[in-house]
């Protein structure tokens, strides 16, 4: 799976939108972006994935450059409750083994 | 819709003794991952079953992990001899048939070894 590089904490103000960025330059074609997160003291819940077109569901959007070297997901606006730890991942769908490689992830503090 | 659950959600063992996980995934997931977790740090994966067949198993699952999953439906991870390096958080994971990218998280076991 292609690694990822994310920074490593990212602040936002309530109400606005957060743009958190995602770099994968060694993606493949067949490679799939998917975003989870993690709130204190839970496990991890999946955000959103996509291939190459930008995605939108209830939760956030996701935004993948033409070259599909980097994404951005970004929650609309932002509330208390998003603050987690953000975690982009690059992965084979489909694939038998199906697991999925975290890294550090950035962690995103929303602030009133 | 229950959720992933996991017991218990804290454990703390002295350093030598066995301890046992368990894991009920969402009703008909047959899917099920362990992952551990350390400060700081992302999910690890562990190991992961699609049923009751064990099809995958990381180099991190060393002699003294065992995982199972008797009847495809609720899994156990022991530790035997646990070291203090085995402290951190073991999350259980689960998927539907059909679907590979969701996979739906339980809260965590934290095993803290003395």
């Known amino acids: 799976d292609a690694k990822t590089t994310q920074p490593p904490s990212m602040d936002c103000a309530e109400g606005r939108a957060a743009n958190l960025p995602c770099n994968h330059s060694t993606i493949s074609g067949n490679e799939y972006v998917y975003w989870y997160r993690q709130i204190h003291s839970q496990g991890p819940q999946y955000i959103i994935h996509g291939l190459k077109n930008n995605e939108t569901n209830e939760m956030a959007s996701l935004i993948i450059t033409e070259d599909r070297k980097s994404s951005t997901l970004i929650l609309p606006h932002a509330t208390l409750r998003d603050t987690a730890v953000y975690y982009c991942?690059?992965?084979?769908?489909?694939?038998?083994?199906?697991?999925?490689?975290f890294g550090k992830g950035t962690m995103l503090l929303v602030s009133p | 819709d229950t959720g992933v659950s996991q017991d218990p959600r804290h454990k703390i063992t002295k350093r030598g003794q066995n301890v046992t996980f368990r894991c009920d995934p969402i009703?008909?997931?047959?899917?099920l991952y362990w992952y551990r977790q350390t400060l700081g740090q992302g999910p690890e994966f562990l190991t992961y079953f699609q049923n009751e067949a064990q099809l995958e198993k990381s180099r991190l699952l060393s002699d003294r992990f065992s995982a199972e999953r008797p009847k495809g439906s609720f899994s156990t991870l022991e530790i035997q001899r646990t070291e203090q390096g085995d402290s951190a958080m073991y999350l259980c994971a689960s998927t539907p048939p059909g679907t590979f990218y969701e996979q739906y998280f339980g809260p965590g076991t934290r095993l803290t070894v003395t």
């Open positions: 991942i690059v992965r084979v769908d489909n694939s038998g083994y199906s697991t999925l490689t």
């Open positions: 009703s008909e997931h047959n899917r």
